[in-house]
């Protein structure tokens, strides 16, 4: 069964920047898109980022030339570098494998919660 292990979030000012990282167990990375998700209190999760498994990248407009999603096959590890954060990008982050855009695993991470005030 994978597990996702998500860890980096923290509490910034706006204007700086955080690094997520999500480890993946098992050996379904490579197969995969994979995505970072966000949920803000009380909202359903939003699909922010995605990487796919040749390697392109899709961002929602909203963190579009703010965040970058990256990944390492041999680390089973998926990153994303939020720069220039904003008040609104408060929320828990989490990863998932994607499969046609949908979330593959069904049993989340506990996210790691990103908290943007000065």
């Known amino acids: 069964q994978v597990q996702l292990v998500e860890s980096g979030g923290g509490l910034v000012q706006p204007g700086g920047s955080l690094r997520l990282s999500c480890a993946a167990s098992g050996s379904i990375f490579s197969f995969y898109d994979w995505g970072w998700y966000r949920q803000f209190s009380g909202k359903q999760r939003e699909l922010v980022a995605i990487?796919?498994?040749?390697?392109?990248?899709k961002y929602v407009d909203s963190v579009k030339g703010r965040f970058t999603i990256s990944k390492d096959n041999a680390k089973n590890r998926v990153y994303l570098q939020m720069s220039s954060l904003k008040f609104e990008d408060t929320a828990v982050y989490y990863c998932?494998?994607?499969?046609?855009?949908?979330?593959?695993?069904?049993?989340w991470g506990q996210g790691t919660q990103v908290t943007v005030s000065s």
């Open positions: 990487i796919e498994s040749g390697g392109g990248t």
């Open positions: 998932n494998a994607l499969r046609s855009g949908a979330p593959v695993l069904r049993s």
